[in-house]
């Protein structure tokens, strides 16, 4: 990636160049090296470059096979950068092998690419360091990721179904109401006489489509355009998530399955070597914004010397089972483990859960697209009904 530096020389003279650096970071420490006071750096990078995206899971994997065949740290990283064929990867790969070999430590090398290693997978990596267990602690976080995407991959694996039904449904109402109706409207006219109620409204529906289809398309365009721009703002995702929690079944596992991925990240950490102070701090942005300051507020417990099943009771971010088993970690000294299991026992009851509503939801929707079909089309033969009866 290419960055424009502005900076001043050794003799106090302003100059502008460009190199290539990974990360602005990186750009910052060559120009530093070089004995230049940094006055601003371009981010802007060069038309064609793009973000880094280094999969953790098969990196970790991957390194942890060489590191077990007996490859040093850095060996390892040569390897790993050497056979990386995507341009942008290999440039975070060779930087981190530039700061190991200039004896940086790995934590601290990975901590200075933010954009490809997040702080937890940095934290993971810093607290194996100091019994040497890298290795150990790679193959933890790949276990802990790979249980946060079974889960997600189960929660969206239910929604598919329900995503298809009501797609195709809302095709087939519009299909009928926009291009059917207004052809038996006009039908109707020719004809005369007087339609039911029900039906004169739907005719009228469909007569509106066919005047100003071009118009109400566009406004529902511009409609879905305005809504999916404001679930991408944050406040509108608070608001939500605050809405859902409220709804007394949905609003509990919401709560669990946040509350699974703090005790799973906790445990990994905990079992890592991170004092539970710190791995508190570290995983505070997992659970919704209503719910941060009640973990900031058990952490503050903690570190005040509160015992932490207490000060997780009294933010209520536990529950009947999971106290009792807080309780034995306390009492075993096994808080990692115990978390780790605390987190099973939710996702179990999130599984069941999902395939429970999964069971519900589908034959319900249909049922009701199915009663909205059927009410259009009786709507819209009930005259010819009455026609062919008065006939008779």
Do not use: C
């Not at 006055?39 to 064609?48: E, K, M, N, Q, V």
């Not at 694996?157 to 009928?176: C, H, T």
């Not at 570290?282 to 659970?287: A, H, I, K, S, W």
């Amino acid at each position: 990636m290419r960055f424009r530096i502005t900076a001043l020389d050794a003799v106090h003279a302003t100059a502008i160049f460009e190199m290539d650096a990974t990360d602005e970071r990186d750009a910052r420490r060559q120009a530093l090296a070089r004995g230049l006071r940094v006055l601003s750096i371009d981010a802007a990078r060069i038309w064609g470059a793009r973000r880094a995206r280094l999969a953790l899971v098969p990196f970790s994997n991957e390194l942890v096979a060489l590191l077990e065949a007996g490859l040093t740290l850095v060996e390892a990283i040569d390897a790993l950068t050497e056979k990386e064929r995507d341009d942008a990867i290999r440039s975070v790969l060779e930087g981190l092998r530039r700061r190991l070999y200039e004896g940086q430590s790995l934590s601290v090398a990975l901590s200075e690419f933010p954009s490809s290693f997040s702080a937890l997978y940095v934290a993971t990596v810093r607290a194996s360091e100091k019994s040497g267990a890298i290795a150990e602690a790679l193959r933890r976080y790949v276990a802990y990721q790979e249980q946060i995407n079974l889960l997600k991959k189960r929660l969206i694996n239910a929604s598919i179904y329900p995503a298809v039904l009501l797609a195709a449904g809302s095709l087939v109402v519009l299909f009928l109401v926009g291009y059917v109706v207004p052809r038996f409207s006009g039908i109707y006219e020719e004809m005369g006489g007087e339609l039911p109620f029900a039906s004169r409204m739907l005719m009228q529906w469909g007569r509106l489509l066919d005047a100003h289809g071009v118009a109400i398309l566009t406004g529902f365009l511009l409609s879905a355009g305005l809504l999916a721009y404001a679930a991408m703002r944050p406040a509108t995702r608070v608001a939500a998530g605050q809405a859902l929690l409220r709804i007394p079944a949905l609003g509990r596992q919401a709560q669990l399955y946040q509350l699974a991925r703090l005790y799973r990240t906790v445990g990994m950490l905990l079992r890592g070597g991170l004092p539970v102070v710190t791995a508190f701090d570290m995983t505070r942005g997992l659970l919704a914004v209503s719910a941060q300051p009640r973990l900031a507020a058990a952490t503050r417990a903690v570190r005040e010397g509160r015992s932490l099943t207490d000060a997780l009771t009294a933010q209520g971010l536990t529950t009947p089972v999971a106290e009792r088993m807080l309780r034995v970690g306390e009492k075993s000294g096994n808080m990692g483990d115990m978390m780790e299991r605390i987190a099973a026992f939710y996702d179990e009851e999130l599984s069941r859960f999902v395939d429970v509503a999964t069971r519900l939801i589908e034959p319900a929707m249909m049922a009701v697209i199915g009663l909205i079909i059927g009410a259009i089309v009786v709507l819209m033969y009930f005259p010819i009904f009455e026609l062919a009866g008065s006939v008779r």
